[in-house]
């Protein structure tokens, strides 16, 4: 299905373990993003990438990792999850090439509770 | 000076009433504004935006006013539905910079 996915859509973890979210888009989009949204807070932008192998911090990087070895995937990983990294989480993707103001196109989001 | 205010919090109204979201901004860099709604279980979706260059944009319902010098600018929906209950957020954004997002708005609509 064209369009952009999240997965999974809901994760429970305990506290230090590792989790991988996965956010996969087939429009060939240069601009990838992960946000955090959190109540009282919208939406915290944590890493974005410009294009493949190329990825830069956003707001809210600590306690997270990302990479983009393909345009079309950009995962986020929690290396050591923490109580305070329970949020939902939204994947998003733009196009560059038609001039600078771009919409952004979010995923359906991953619901994660960090007990 | 990044960040980008929004109020209120969360809003009431009656089936066609008028709602009105304010947002200001520090960043005088900021040159593109839009909107996205949210609705309960979905992702973010955009919903109108503009540049400073203009004073006003209208889509159908919707309405953006834009004050430069104030440095604030608001969202306006005319003829309030029921459909319209969603969360609502302004954001800012410079040219192929990433875009920085209000705290959003809570608006349901009442029939």
């Known amino acids: 299905d064209a369009g952009i996915t999240q997965s999974p859509r809901y994760k429970i973890t305990e506290t230090g373990r590792q989790v991988t979210l996965m956010c996969h888009q087939t429009w060939s989009h240069s601009y990838m993003f992960w946000y955090r949204q959190d109540l009282g807070h919208g939406l915290r932008l944590i890493y974005y990438s410009a294009a493949a192998d190329i990825t830069d911090k956003g707001e809210v990087p600590d306690g997270y990792v990302v990479s983009r070895s393909k345009t079309e995937n950009f995962p986020l990983t929690l290396e050591s999850a923490t109580r305070s990294q329970t949020s939902v989480y939204f994947c998003?993707?733009?196009?560059?090439?038609?001039?600078?103001?771009?919409?952004?196109?979010f995923g359906p989001g991953t619901r994660l509770t960090v007990l | 000076q990044q960040q980008v205010k929004q109020s209120p919090q969360s809003l009431i109204v009656q089936k066609g009433g008028i709602p009105i979201i304010n947002c200001a901004y520090e960043?005088?860099?900021?040159?593109?504004f839009p909107w996205y709604q949210q609705f309960p279980g979905k992702g973010p979706a955009l919903l109108i935006a503009i540049r400073p260059d203009v004073s006003e944009k209208k889509e159908g319902r919707f309405t953006i006013s834009f004050n430069k010098s104030a440095k604030q600018f608001s969202l306006h929906i005319m003829d309030s539905q029921p459909g319209d209950s969603a969360t609502y957020f302004c954001a800012a954004s410079t040219y192929y910079d990433k875009v920085i997002f209000g705290p959003g708005t809570s608006l349901s609509v009442i029939p």
């Open positions: 960043n005088t860099a900021f040159d593109y």
């Open positions: 998003a993707s733009s196009d560059a090439r038609e001039g600078g103001y771009n919409e952004q196109f």
